[in-house]
């Protein structure tokens, strides 16, 4: 709570900035899919393709928000590791706190323009139900990025490549199926496809149920498992924090 209230705190319009900032790149993005852009993302309603890139670009934004700042995370707060006892789990768990609340409003814009769209706005809804997988998710780099990051200090160079990575092999941009089949499953390692890729096939109205809740249980157990295990190996590397720092 405390990185809400300094992020904005010198600027005129303070915490209003959490919703003016996805507002103005929702403009832009329909502004870009309406005036601009001769290729669409598949579908014909100018609304549609901006929602999808929106929350996708959205969903990108929070995770590499995660990554570029895990790597540095223990090792600006060195003080907490020599000095004073502290759980430091809660540093990695502030960072996408923090975060969350511009996510949360990306999230509400998206759904309140698609309520505008020709979108059934009830069929679409499962999609949004992996939001909490993928924070998971992002809770789980954050374990990960900042443990490694004390020992390896190139980390920061490579998270911030690996960002730009992860954008181009989602279906943020594009759509999944203008892939080659033998490509498309090796692109749901990424975190940001299931999310968005749902969204798509339920708007196409191309996922039936059987298919949605298979990728909702598969995406949440995935969740789990990646965020215990990026866990367990933060506290195994924990004990070696102050011999470095």
């Not at 990306?106 to 999609?127: K, M, R, Y």
């Not at 960002?163 to 033998?182: C, D, E, K, Q, R």
Request: proline share 3%; net charge positive.
């Amino acid at each position: 709570m405390v990185d809400l209230s300094l992020r904005h705190k010198k600027s005129i319009l303070g915490n209003l900035w959490y919703i003016l900032t996805p507002m103005i790149y929702a403009g832009l993005y329909y502004f870009a899919f309406s005036y601009v852009f001769s290729a669409r993302s598949g579908h014909e309603d100018n609304l549609i393709n901006m929602a999808i890139l929106f929350w996708g670009v959205s969903l990108h934004a929070y995770l590499s928000e995660i990554l570029n700042r895990a790597t540095t995370l223990i090792s600006s707060n060195a003080n907490y590791v020599k000095k004073i006892i502290f759980p430091l789990e809660l540093l990695c768990l502030s960072g996408a706190i923090t975060g969350l609340v511009q996510l949360v409003i990306s999230t509400i814009i998206t759904l309140i323009i698609l309520t505008f769209s020709s979108v059934n706005i009830i069929t679409i809804l499962p999609a949004f139900f992996l939001l909490i997988p993928f924070v998971m998710i992002c809770i789980g780099f954050s374990f990960l990025f900042s443990a490694l990051g004390v020992f390896i200090k190139d980390l920061a160079s490579l998270c911030s490549m690996l960002s730009s990575v992860l954008l181009f092999i989602s279906p943020i941009l594009y759509n999944l199926t203008m892939l080659p089949a033998g490509f498309q499953g090796i692109f749901y390692i990424n975190p940001l496809t299931a999310p968005v890729q749902l969204l798509r096939e339920l708007i196409s109205e191309k996922s039936n149920l059987w298919e949605c809740s298979l990728t909702i249980v598969l995406y949440s157990l995935a969740a789990i498992i990646f965020t215990f295990f990026t866990k367990f190996i933060f506290f195994k590397m924990k004990k070696y924090f102050v011999d470095v720092l």
